[in-house]
């Protein structure tokens, strides 16, 4: 291997956000190893770069142990998407806390660094705004969304127990809503399905009365924020949130997406889901001030190259003139 060459290991790398992270490795002059299930994830978001000989990639499920040989673990696994983590609520639990035990288990032995991709889901429906990483959260622990906030909570729990415990060096980052290219048409997340709608000349569906918020962030800025976190010295572990601090309503969110589509569609109103949270928006002090990292692309600016991927995955619909 050359000289500052790494072989990575990226759990969940043929999902959304793990695609993009496995590129950006191969990019940097790593050998990178992507393990997924494929439970959300798709060949299509890897498909480009399966020829890359510093590229492999292993069907595997997380919730049952790995030997493998590597020097850094991004742990990604885990469906991420309201209607994907609550398909099947026990294997969501399962996959992050049982993943992380047996991520930090091979963390341990090779003494090597490893990344959560954690969630400002562990804020749930915050009390406190926006939200510092000192926040403690209020999560209903028997609700709809507790296998995945519950999940991702307890698997933080156990990063800091086997870096006291065992000195693994942990990096904990608390995503925040991302978007952008590679999502897929049918993920059931906001951006998505809001494109997808005005596309195909769809009602968009606001559930409730749209006024609850969310910061969404592009997907190049959050992949930056986690590969500077697990760059950074050994003392920095987090949790530390990484998400774009512009907060919109989802009522706002729709209208950018009619303009920015061109389309007229119509907004409809759908029962809220429950413990839906009201509130999102990350402080990222800690971010910047430790990492150097804040996120440049507008919300406008990320809709606008996210747009002309989903157009070339469901097409258009042109609606007859009135
Ligand atoms: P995604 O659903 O696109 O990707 C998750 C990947 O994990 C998929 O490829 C899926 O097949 C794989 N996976 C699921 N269970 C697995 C298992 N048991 N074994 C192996 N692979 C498994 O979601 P994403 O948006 O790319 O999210 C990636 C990570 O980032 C998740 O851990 C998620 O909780 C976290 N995160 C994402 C966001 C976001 O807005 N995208 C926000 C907060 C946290
Ligand atoms: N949402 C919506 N219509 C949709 C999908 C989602 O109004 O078709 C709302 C959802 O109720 C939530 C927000 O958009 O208030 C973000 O939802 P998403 O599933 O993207 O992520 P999360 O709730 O986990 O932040």
């Not at 933080?156 to 086997?162: G, I, M, N, R």
């Not at 839906?276 to 190259?305: F, H, M, N, T």
Request: glycine share 8%.
């Amino acid at each position: 291997m050359l000289l500052g060459q790494k072989r990575i290991l990226v759990t969940g790398g043929a999902g959304f956000l793990g695609s993009h992270l496995c590129h950006r490795l191969l990019q940097d002059g790593h050998e990178v190893l992507c393990v997924d299930n494929f439970f959300t994830g798709t060949r299509r978001n890897i498909e480009h770069l399966l020829d890359n000989r510093r590229f492999e990639l292993l069907r595997h499920d997380v919730t049952f142990p790995l030997f493998v040989e590597v020097d850094e673990i991004y742990n990604l696994a885990c469906p991420a998407s309201p209607v994907h983590y609550q398909f099947d609520p026990v294997q969501t639990t399962k996959t992050s806390v049982l993943g992380a035990i047996n991520m930090l288990g091979l963390a341990k032995r090779l003494k090597i660094r490893i990344l959560q991709a954690s969630t400002s889901e562990v804020y749930g429906d915050p009390t406190v705004h926006p939200q510092p990483e000192s926040y403690w959260g209020h999560v209903n622990p028997v609700g709809l969304r507790a296998c995945y906030d519950e999940g991702k909570r307890c698997a933080e729990t156990l990063f800091f127990d086997y870096q006291r415990q065992h000195q693994v060096k942990i990096k904990v980052a608390r995503i925040f809503n991302t978007y952008g290219p590679s999502m897929r048409p049918d993920d059931g997340r906001v951006v998505s399905n809001f494109i997808c709608q005005a596309l195909k000349a769809e009602d968009i569906t606001i559930f409730g009365d749209g006024s609850q918020t969310r910061s969404f962030c592009f997907v190049s800025d959050l992949i930056d924020g986690l590969v500077r976190l697990m760059e950074s010295p050994d003392e920095i572990m987090g949790p530390i949130n990484i998400g774009n601090p512009a907060e919109f309503s989802i009522l706002e969110l729709a209208e950018k997406i009619r303009v920015l589509t061109g389309e007229k569609s119509k907004i409809i109103r759908k029962p809220l889901p429950s413990d839906d949270p009201k509130q999102r928006r990350p402080e990222i002090v800690e971010a910047k001030k430790l990492l150097g990292w804040q996120p440049y692309i507008s919300l406008d600016e990320g809709l606008g190259r996210t747009i002309p991927y989903f157009e070339s995955l469901v097409g258009r619909v042109r609606r007859a003139a009135a």
